[in-house]
Every structure is written in C-alpha cells, then in structure tokens.
C-alpha cells in the first residue's frame, strides 16, 4: 500500500490591536433580522440634524444593507421638499433607512433612522420607542 503524505498551509496577518480598522460591526432590525454590516460603529458617525438620522458617507465607507427598496416618498423640509427613497426591514417592513438618489450608493449619503438598528440582536435601543419630538 502506498504510503500517503498530507501537507498543510499555515497562513497568518500581522493585525495592528491599536487599530478597530478593520473591524465590522453588525447590526439588526428590531424584529432580530439582520440588515447591516459596516466598518464603523454607527454611534461614532455623524447625526442629520432634521431627524437625528446617522449619516453613512457612501465615498469612505463600506457596508453592506440588506433592507429592501420601497415607493419613495417626498417630505417637505422648510420650504423646500425632500425626496426619499426607503428601505425597510424585509421581515417586519420597519423603516431602517433612506437616500436622496433613486439608486442605492449612487447618492453621497445613506442615512440610517434613529432607534430603527440595534448592535445586539434581540435587544430594542432606548430611542426606538420614543416619539420623533422627543427624540431631539
């Protein structure tokens, strides 16, 4: 009988510890379904001061939002009006984000509404249940 010899490939990265770079954070609709991967915590990122909704830069970060498209809808903003093209949560139809461009990305920002995501699948954040007035 042939004598059989197996070999194996080690292969390791240096990772700077100092650095959460790299690091993804997930996060999950109220319903415990998951919709967002991201390379920066959303509590870090800059608030829209209209809604308090967190503002991703779609020209430096990377994510990944499963949400599903819905009808857009036109909010008047002063005097001007807003259009806003939504994404909800494919299981309960929650409102978790929306952008100002037809096309997902194609726009500068994607905005995440306020107390709509959780890092902690199963838990509600304290500012999901609180009217949009006492939000602010």
Known sequence: MPKVVS???VSSSNRDDDSNRNQLHV???????????????LRALPTRRTDNAVIIDNTIRTYKLTAAQQDPVA??????F????????????????????P???????????????????????STALLEPAAAK
């Open 7 to 9: 070999s194996s490939t």
């Open 27 to 41: 996060y999950y609709c109220l319903c415990s379904e998951f919709l967002l991967a991201i390379d920066a915590d």
């Open 75 to 80: 909010l008047k903003r002063g005097e001007a």
């Open 82 to 101: 807003e259009m806003q093209y939504r994404y909800h949560c494919p299981r309960c139809q929650l409102l978790i984000a929306y952008e100002t461009q």
């Open 103 to 125: 096309e997902r990305k194609v726009g500068h920002y994607t905005y995440i509404v306020d107390g709509s995501l959780t890092d902690t699948q199963g838990t509600t954040p």
